[in-house]
């Protein structure tokens, strides 16, 4: 927790810091995230959101079935270097964004800077449990695979050529195991006179999708405000549209409709002191009337937009908030790719210098425009 002295300095919370410690113990001894979630369920612990809630003594908003561990949250805690001691800060270069020139360092090139605060767990033990994390997760996906998990991309994923769901297969190998690909819908019915086959393998699509997701996660928890700016800057929806724009034609119009009150008053005095007669008089403030009424209308439809575009951009914080969320993710599950993702497109496999490459685009949620991360060129493995 932030220390009470200064928020720059983190201190353990002493009455839950042996939670932390615990993780740490049973994961370097073998379980697994899931089977400790499983401990700490059986043993009632309170999850960090409950605790949170407990200590400013309001009840949590979450339901019952979400104050319960889960195989993330052990793994975001086993995976955050804030525990040995040392703060993490992503780094990227946003060249120009209209243009997509994004630069986006790898994990392993973030800059880390030890001995910030008192440990938890030495960095030894904090490294060893990385490495432990790193073999499981080259055996997760395949189990993922042949658990069926599969339908994660159930009808996201797409033929960039007739625009058809592109269909799981599993092939059995003599050497056991099996090979577990997508193919286009079409040419799988129709035969490649119609559609060529699209074939892409299921490991090669997931690490496609999770890399993107971790990368545009960091982008996110790098520079939130600028991210929803840009996002909301360069979609044609919101162009020109932005909440103060809105909220500079409202003020403006509001303050002409107070002009009028005063224009009419004046009128009105010169009418009664004689200055002008009542034809002229009619006649003007009819046209003030006019403009006047004109300008309440605008300025209700104004409002009405006003609305829609701040609801628009909470819909897009929460959005942002979701992906920044995956900062700490080792795998896909159908929620993420749902909330996150509109469509993922796959090319049909193409050669550059006698190499096999196919195209994966993915489509995130809020964004009309092609970020060059979302066209992901992945080296086909099948
Ligand atoms: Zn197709």
């Not at 104050?67 to 270097?81: A, E, V, Y």
């Not at 034609?249 to 009028?260: A, F, L, Q, V």
Request: charged share 30%; glycine share 6%; aromatic share 8%.
């Amino acid at each position: 927790m932030k220390s009470a002295a200064s928020k720059h300095v983190l201190v353990a919370d002493e009455t839950v810091s042996h939670n932390v410690v615990r993780i740490f113990e049973l994961y370097l001894g073998g379980m697994t995230a899931r089977a400790i979630a499983d401990v700490f369920n059986r043993e009632n612990i309170m999850t960090a959101n409950e605790y949170y809630y407990s200590t400013v003594g309001k009840p949590s908003p979450y339901r019952n079935n979400k104050n319960r561990w889960g195989s993330g949250t052990i793994m975001q805690i086993i995976k955050n270097p804030a525990y040995y001691g040392a703060m993490a800060n992503g780094r990227r270069q946003v060249k120009s964004f209209k243009n997509g020139q994004i630069d986006i360092k790898p994990v392993d090139e973030w800059i880390i800077v030890e001995d910030t605060h008192a440990p938890l767990v030495s960095k030894e033990l904090w490294l060893e449990a990385q490495q432990i994390n790193r073999t499981n997760n080259a055996q997760t996906v395949r189990r993922r695979s042949t658990e069926g998990e599969v339908s994660i991309f159930a009808g996201i994923i797409k033929c960039t050529d007739c625009g058809g769901n592109l269909v799981f297969n599993r092939k059995p190998l003599k050497s056991g195991g099996a090979t577990e690909f997508y193919r286009c819908g079409t040419y799988m019915q129709k035969g490649k006179d119609v559609c060529p086959p699209h074939r892409v393998d299921y490991n090669t699509l997931y690490q496609a999708v999770l890399s993107s997701v971790q990368e545009y996660a960091v982008l996110a928890v790098e520079d939130e405000n600028k991210l929803i700016n840009e996002i909301l800057k360069a979609s044609d929806e919101f162009k020109n549209k932005n909440v103060q724009r809105y909220e500079r034609s409202i003020r403006e119009s509001k303050n002409r409709i107070k002009e009028i009150d005063g224009l009419l008053q004046n009128l009105y005095e010169d009418k009664v002191a004689g200055e002008i007669n009542a034809e002229i008089f009619k006649r003007i403030s009819q046209k003030y009337s006019e403009e006047q009424n004109k300008l309440i209308a605008d300025v209700e439809q104004l409002e009405a937009e006003l609305d829609e575009c701040r609801r628009v951009e909470k819909d897009l914080t929460g959005w942002i908030n979701r992906i920044e969320e995956c900062i700490t993710i080792d795998g896909l599950t159908r929620a993420i790719v749902v909330e996150l993702i509109d469509r993922i497109d796959v090319s049909e496999i193409y050669s550059v210098d006698g190499e096999k490459n196919l195209d994966i685009s993915i489509f995130y949620k809020f964004e009309r425009f092609n970020l060059p991360h979302d066209r992901q060129k992945a080296k086909e493995l099948a």
